[in-house]
């Protein structure tokens, strides 16, 4: 009779405990009579998002590194990046011109901005984080991220489309890199990027 009684009052204590927490949180949620919840479904139409268009773009990428302007600047390395036959570990800023031609001279259609790093020990791999960001047309003011393995050598790497802004909100999609021109004593390179990209 005794271990019946015990059973009984864990058992009540376990459901008094939960009856507690269940009125804890309805209290949170309702302090002032309204749902105090994060989130909501929303209707993508009132956000202006109608239907899902494909679109591409080519534009020519200028990285600059040597010379009195230059618009990539290494802004960390390890201490055996020097030592290392890829580079391992140097990091660049960048703010580089992206034209609607090869020719740097050629219309400016926005910046490349962010960043690479070397990424490979044993192979030219770069880690590439940039925003496109447009100047031009009814896209001035929009960007497209991306965010991606750069296999330097190869002759067309394909890095992933992460996200937008602007006009190319919830963005996705794919760029596809190829290198044009390449300097190799100053560094400096034009990678033409062709850009397919869902948006709205």
Not at 78 to 93: I, R, Y
Not at 100 to 123: D, M, P
């Amino acid at each position: 009779m005794a271990e019946m009684n015990s059973s009984s009052c864990l058992s009540l204590i376990t459901l008094c405990s939960v009856f507690a927490i269940l009125y804890m949180n309805s209290a949170i949620v309702a302090v002032d009579g309204k749902s105090q919840t994060v989130g909501k479904v929303l209707n993508p139409t009132k956000l202006g998002l109608k239907k899902e268009k494909l679109s591409h773009f080519r534009v020519y990428w200028h990285d600059i590194v040597g010379g009195r302007h230059p618009t990539s600047i290494q802004v960390a390395k390890a201490a055996s990046t020097d030592k290392s036959a890829t580079g391992f570990g140097a990091v660049s800023m960048i703010d580089d011109p992206l034209t609607e031609g090869l020719e740097l001279s050629s219309k400016l259609v926005g910046r490349a901005q962010g960043f690479y790093a070397s990424a490979g020990i044993n192979e030219l791999v770069a880690l590439i984080n940039m925003n496109f960001a447009f100047v031009v047309g009814k896209y001035n003011g929009s960007t497209i991220s991306v965010m991606g393995r750069d296999k330097v050598l190869s002759e067309v790497r394909e890095m992933p489309i992460v996200g937008g802004s602007g006009l190319f909100r919830f963005a996705r999609g794919y760029v596809e890199a190829r290198t044009k021109k390449l300097d190799s004593k100053t560094g400096d390179s034009t990678v033409e990027y062709n850009i397919y990209v869902f948006h709205y």
